[in-house]
């Protein structure tokens, strides 16, 4: 039985790493840096909840929250292939911009400076937190289905290869006659919809929007695609190998074993030691941060 | 080789404009740190405007109201210079990296960090002692506290070739858990988030000395942020350290070939970047709480990168672009009545995106302007 919970609290934390790490994978696999993810999914968080509130629908939710993730993904894309700009600097700028607007708009329609009113989620009311609330919930099922889906897209479909081409190799992707530009775009909105979810999973679950409510999991997600090696499935185990770790130290607080403190290092200690090649060369996609490059 | 292709002669213009220094070149790179500066305010200007709009004010009066509580009278420039002092410490930071070819993202914890080892230090230090003995030790702590957490993000990319922008990123994160930790551990006041107050080495603010300021927090640490900005602009173009900084920010390849060890040069360079952001966080410690708490550092990390930028990774650009800056922050206090201060962050990320997209835009059309002409 503890075990049972062990293993549904350690999904329900996964689910938006899940989500974002999947538009990590993307992102990055095309060749843009996948700092925004935090802010797409704060993006993707608060117009959850302006549309599950003003639309009386979890479902409405859903919609806005891709809306959001996708707006932020679209002004990124813009300033890194459009114009060139450096994504290190509009990356940072974009998850800053992400708060601003967020606590601006959260004054705007709802008049407070903390949290939303109370929003629609998905019936979890009844179920209560066990096992029947987690499959009575889309949204877990969506994000269980995140990685495979980019897996599945990644190394079958045309639009994946292409992916693949332009993130290793812009100048032959264009030689052969692959619209980078447009794949480009489609890879960095695709991720922007997907680490979007992740933000609309988080208001669905706790009923409203709080002031950064993300709390740095884009940054997990993002810490989670460097330590799986840029690979969906193994950036899918990171992700749940940071939440059982979260879980346990949930689970362990009462016994003060370990320091929180120290639990939430976990990732990104494992991610600086995946960069510093401990565990294996981890190689990042050749064009990576480089659209000018071509 | 004597055809005059238009690349060819893009080619020997752009070789000229670098090597030797003619009165067109230095115009042209004036213009090139300053028209994208321009583009952002204008730019950010704007969408101020929308967003006041949005809430129903007046942008005229708004803006007006903002400029009187910043640079209208004593105490709102006071806490202007006072933010400015550590916004020009995280900005000349990572501007300082930037020339070497790094993006330090990690001022944020370097700040923090520095604060920290300098409260730590100065608990330790004997009651009473006036502040001009004090003060080297509090540099000297606060420069280890961020020069340790830069100089490991620049040896893993010297030894292990880990990129900084990730390595400084996490570091954040793993830094100010550490700092979190010992503080709630081991050296907090109950019930608070800060250590005990530091008795020694208090820095005078500007009010001991000009009354009118009575109430703002600026103080002497301004000075040292003027001179760590002098003494960086000296190190960059005076020394032949700073040299091989340059060189191995420009070209790391051309530079290893001259006999540069790029190497070296990274750790050398994240080490000094950590140290000035570390000495930032005497501003708060010595200067106004006169205590280490946690969360104090508040984004100024990430907001130097906008200062870094704006500022033209010059340090003197860095002073101006930190005043800037802080008097987006403070005017944001100022019209909170009228228009949510939220509003001001929101500039604050207008103004990082609109330079950044401007930069390249701006200094193509320079180029493509000055081969037609």
Same mark, same amino acid.
């Not at chain 1, 990124?76 to 292939?81: E, N, P, R, T």
């Given at each position: ?294 | 080789?004597?055809?005059? #292709? ?86 000349? #930071? ?117 009354? #009118? ?161």
């Amino acid at each position: 039985m503890a075990a049972l919970l062990f293993l549904a609290q350690t999904l329900r934390i996964a689910i938006p790493y899940l989500f974002a790490a999947a538009g990590g994978v993307v992102t990055e696999r095309v060749g843009l840096i996948g700092l925004t993810l935090e802010g797409y999914m704060l993006g993707g968080a608060f117009a959850a909840a302006l549309g599950s509130y003003y639309g009386h629908s979890a479902w409405l939710g859903v919609l806005a929250g891709i809306g959001g993730g996708a707006a932020l993904a679209l002004l990124y894309g813009v300033s890194a292939i459009r114009f060139r700009a450096d994504q290190v600097v509009i990356g940072i700028a974009i998850n800053l911009l992400a708060i601003g607007l967020t606590r601006f708009f959260l004054r705007l329609a709802f008049g407070s400076s903390s949290n939303s009113p109370r929003v629609a989620g998905f019936g979890a009311e009844q179920a209560g937190s066990g096992f029947l609330a987690l499959v009575s919930n889309p949204m877990i099922w969506l994000g269980l289905l995140a990685i495979p889906v980019v897996a599945w897209l990644l190394y079958r479909t045309p639009f994946g290869l292409r992916i693949r081409a332009v993130g290793e190799h812009p100048a032959a992707a264009i030689s052969v006659g692959v619209p980078i530009t447009r794949i480009r775009y489609g890879a960095v909105l695709l991720s922007g919809i997907l680490a979007g979810l992740g933000g609309v999973y988080l208001v669905l679950d706790q009923h409203q929007f709080t002031d950064q409510m993300t709390a740095g999991r884009g940054f997990i997600a993002l810490a989670a695609t460097i330590f799986g090696r840029w690979d969906p499935m193994r950036v899918g185990i990171a992700c749940l190998l940071f939440a059982a770790a979260e879980t346990l130290q949930i689970q362990l607080q009462g016994a003060q074993l370990v320091p929180s403190q120290f639990v939430e290092m976990i990732p990104y200690v494992l991610t600086i030691v995946a960069l510093a090649g401990v565990v294996g060369r981890a190689v990042p996609p050749a064009a990576l941060g480089k659209v000018a490059g071509e | 080789m004597t055809t005059t #292709s238009p690349e060819l002669s893009r080619d020997t213009a752009a070789t000229a404009e670098t090597s030797v220094p003619s009165r067109s070149a230095s115009k042209l790179r004036i213009e090139e740190a300053l028209l994208p500066s321009l583009v952002a305010l204008l730019v950010a200007a704007i969408v101020g405007d929308v967003l006041i709009l949005i809430f129903g004010q007046s942008p005229a009066t708004v803006f007006k109201l903002l400029l009187e509580g910043t640079w209208g009278n004593s105490y709102g420039f006071g806490q202007v210079l006072y933010k400015a002092t550590t916004l020009t410490f995280t900005g000349l #930071s990572i501007a300082f990296a930037l020339r070497a070819g790094l993006f330090n993202i990690g001022a944020e914890s370097q700040l923090a960090a520095g604060g920290f080892v300098a409260a730590t230090i100065g608990l330790l230090l004997p009651q009473g002692l006036p502040w001009i003995v004090t003060l080297p030790v509090y540099i000297a702590a606060a420069a280890l506290g961020g020069g340790i957490v830069g100089g490991v993000a620049g040896e893993l990319k010297a030894r292990f070739g880990a990129h900084e922008v990730i390595t400084t990123i996490m570091l954040n994160f793993i830094v100010l858990a550490l700092l979190s930790y010992l503080t709630a551990a081991h050296l907090k006041v109950p019930e608070t988030l800060h250590t005990e107050e530091v008795r020694s080495g208090a820095v005078p603010r500007l009010a001991d000395f000009l009354p #009118s300021f009575h109430g703002s927090a600026a103080n002497v640490v301004l000075v040292l942020a003027v001179l760590a900005c002098l003494g960086a602009w000296w190190y960059l173009f005076h020394t032949r350290r700073g040299f091989e900084l340059r060189a191995v920010g420009l070209q790391p390849e051309a530079a290893e070939y001259g006999g540069v060890r790029p190497g070296a040069v990274w750790t050398r360079a994240m080490t000094i970047s950590g140290a000035i952001a570390g000495i930032g966080g005497l501003n708060f410690v010595l200067g106004y709480k006169h205590y280490y708490e946690e969360g104090f550092a508040g984004g100024a990390g990430f907001l130097g990168i906008a200062v870094a930028l704006v500022g033209g990774t010059h340090p003197l650009g860095v002073m101006l672009a930190a005043l800037l800056f802080a008097t987006i922050s403070q005017g944001g206090l100022a019209v909170n009545a009228m228009v949510p201060k939220q509003f001001v962050e929101v500039l604050q990320a207008v103004v990082i995106i609109a330079v950044a997209v401007s930069v390249p835009e701006v200094r193509g059309l320079l180029r493509s302007q000055r081969r037609r002409d």
